[in-house]
Structures are given as C-alpha cells and as structure tokens.
C-alpha cells in the first residue's frame, strides 16, 4: 500500500487515488458541492485555500492546499521507489 502526503499531516492512500484535478473549473466545483451535499467531502487544507481535489474510488472527495503537480510528484516518487525494490528484490531472488 503506497501512502501520499497531502500537506499538513495528511495522507490518503495513493492505491485509491483516481484523479488529481485544479479546483478552479466549474465542473470540480460543481463535484466538491456535491460531495460536501453528500457527506462524502473531507477538507485537508487545514483552512487555507484549495489547490487540489483528489478524487477517490469511494467517490470520496478530498481537498489538499497543496498544489496538484506536487502531490502529483510525490506520488510518482514513492512508485518510483515501490519499482526499485521490486527489481532489486527480483534480482536477489535469481
């Protein structure tokens, strides 16, 4: 299970991550108000402002003050460390 930081303590796990969107279009706006109608909205921006919303296979809404490319970033870092040991352990093996 890969784990991402989403600023300020929080983390979500990355396994259930489906998309990493900017909250400035219509549409995601139109989704986090939904989410939040629904019970489904879970603020992590520590009340500053939102610069990503991460969406979830649980249709879980998440909002994060950190910006979308870095924790984009972050979560392609921690893959990128899972293939490392993968193909170290692999090799190991052989």
Do not use: W, Y
């Not at 921006?45 to 870095?70: K, P």
């Amino acid at each position: 299970m890969k784990l991402i930081n989403i600023g300020f303590g929080n983390i979500v796990s990355g396994d259930r991550v489906v998309a990493i969107v900017s909250p400035e279009s219509a549409p995601i706006k139109r989704i986090v108000q939904d989410a939040r109608d629904k019970g489904l909205l879970i603020d992590a921006s520590c009340g500053r402002r939102t610069r990503a919303v991460i969406i979830t296979d649980s249709d879980h809404i998440i909002l994060s003050a950190i910006q979308t490319e870095t924790i984009a970033g972050r979560a392609s870092v921690k893959e990128d460390i899972a293939e490392t040991k993968d193909d170290g352990e692999i090799e190991n093996e052989e």
